[in-house]
């Protein structure tokens, strides 16, 4: 079965400090990658996704994230948080057999201090 | 577009009872997806449903069913509560068809059992 890695579990950073949210997954065949976002309070929301083609995809609110296939790894960055960006963080793989079933990290939570 | 719903948004049941939750899903989106979200083991798929029938299954007992019906609204029931039903579920949906599909998800039903 397809496992998905978040090593980073909370990350606290100032605003304007650049991010790096590590994500790895296991699955050896093509794949759909995403991050989503979950804002206290708030629900799910897609940030970014990669099917194929360019290797580094850019999402909402100025993130974007790289595929490196060799390392099975799908890397988010930011280079200046906000604030705003406190919420946590979720990679999700979604193998590209048909099934219609994410897979998703244990999630990493971001805390953003003004 | 209206978002993905999701009623009731509260529940609180006790054990060896039944609950439905229910998910209307974006228009025009015909795959819709459940998964269980809690602190201990995070998200996690229990099912998929296409067009009346259901396409996926995740690692879940038989107490937890769904159906869906002609209008792609979808309903999940959970027969003889145990505490440990105590989780936020959340339905997705998406086109569902092809290998490259996006799942866009509701704000979710938080059970609580007692």
């Known amino acids: 079965a397809q496992s998905v890695s978040q090593h980073n579990h909370h990350v606290i950073l100032s605003e304007a400090a650049s991010l790096e949210l590590g994500c790895n997954y296991s699955y050896g065949g093509t794949v759909n990658l995403f991050w989503y976002v979950q804002y206290p309070g708030q629900h799910l929301q897609l940030l970014l996704k990669y099917f194929s083609g360019d290797p580094l995809v850019k999402g909402i609110k100025g993130f974007e994230a790289e595929f490196i296939k060799s390392k099975f790894s799908f890397n988010l960055r930011k280079p200046s948080v906000q604030w705003s960006d406190t919420a946590e963080y979720f990679c999700a793989v979604n193998e590209e057999t048909g099934a219609n079933n994410l897979f998703f990290g244990t999630g990493t939570r971001l805390t953003v201090i003004p | 577009k209206a978002g993905v719903t999701q009623t009731p948004r509260y529940l609180i049941k006790t054990r060896g009872q039944q609950v439905t939750l229910s998910c209307s899903p974006i228009s025009g989106h015909r795959s819709v997806s459940w998964y269980q979200q809690t602190p201990g083991q995070g998200l996690q798929f229990l099912f998929e449903y296409f067009s009346e029938t259901q396409r996926n299954k995740g690692n879940f007992p038989g107490r937890f069913s769904g159906r869906q019906f002609s209008n792609s609204r979808s309903e999940m029931n959970v027969s003889t509560l145990e505490l440990g039903d105590s989780a936020l579920y959340l339905c997705?949906?998406?086109?569902?068809?092809?290998?490259?599909?996006?799942?866009?998800f509701g704000p979710g039903t938080r059970l609580t059992v007692l």
């Open positions: 997705a949906s998406s086109l569902g068809q092809g290998k490259i599909d996006t799942q866009y």
